[in-house]
């Protein structure tokens, strides 16, 4: 993908992020999912809870966003990044979504980082059926 393509959509992507966010707060869905591993098998997925999570973190409550999934943190500081950005470029002429982007991109193609990637997710999803069953 070229450059423009690619920061136009990670900022498409952020800006769906965003009225996902909105949304959330303004409407509840009276204790049912939208998630389909939760909706077909019956237990939370590793990312379940990230968009109370980052809700959470909104309103600065800080250990009910790490209560709710500790992804929100990462996803939080995604959707506060890619704007910043974009402002960047825009007022300053400096680009950094792009240059970021190639960067994380080839850190994420390394197997040391999937096995440790894959492991953290392997904790929070642990935690999450753990606290799904009453274990936690």
């Keep these: 993908m070229t450059k423009s393509k690619t920061s136009l959509y990670l900022i498409l992507v952020c800006v769906l992020g965003y009225l996902w966010i909105a949304i959330s707060i303004n409407y509840t869905l009276d204790d049912r999912t939208v998630c389909l591993v939760k909706n077909i098998y019956g237990i939370p997925c590793p990312t379940c809870g990230s968009t109370h999570g980052v809700i959470a973190l909104l309103s600065g409550d800080l250990y009910a966003a790490l209560k709710y999934n500790p ?52 904790a929070v999803w642990g935690y999450k059926l753990g606290c799904h069953f009453g274990w936690i």
């Design 71 to 122: 992804n929100s943190y990462l996803l939080a500081l995604i959707m506060l990044f890619i704007p910043a950005c974009a402002v960047s470029y825009l007022i300053f002429g400096k680009e950094w979504m792009y240059g970021t982007y190639k960067k994380v991109n080839c850190i994420i193609k390394k197997p040391l980082f999937l096995i440790i990637f894959l492991t953290a997710e392997a």
